[in-house]
Nanobody, 125 residues
């Protein structure tokens, strides 16, 4: 059974940090690029970051560049999203998704093969 399980969300003050995890199972981890998306209340889901764990390449949306860092532990089939300097506008449900499509193709949701159920991040002012 394919599973993507996010964890690490919570409540943090503005300027604080959180590290999200996305644990993958049921598919060949290295064959897929893992993306983080987020959906804020009343807004559409947006792509945040992407990693090709096989070669180590990483990509970021402009809104998080310089503050968020995506990484992977291939031995654990887990991708992390380190979020620093958090802002209230980062408040959202964060999802990870797996896709065979290269990261450079962006964050088209219909290209994602598997999704997690999300973890809530709340940043207070």
């Amino acid at each position: 059974e394919v599973q993507l399980v996010e964890s690490g969300g919570g409540l943090v003050q503005s300027g604080g940090s959180l590290r999200l995890s996305c644990a993958a199972s049921g598919f060949t981890f290295g064959d897929y690029k893992i993306r983080w998306f987020r959906q804020a209340p009343g807004k559409e889901r947006e792509g945040v970051s992407c990693i090709n764990s096989r070669v180590g390449s990483t990509y970021y949306a402009d809104s998080v560049k310089g503050r968020f860092t995506i990484s992977s532990d291939n031995a654990k089939n887990t991708v992390y999203l380190q979020m620093n300097s958090l802002k209230p506008e980062d408040t959202a449900v964060y999802y990870c998704a797996a896709s065979r499509f290269t990261c450079v193709l962006g964050y088209r949701e219909y290209n994602m093969n598997y999704w997690g159920k999300g973890t809530l991040v709340t940043v207070s002012p």
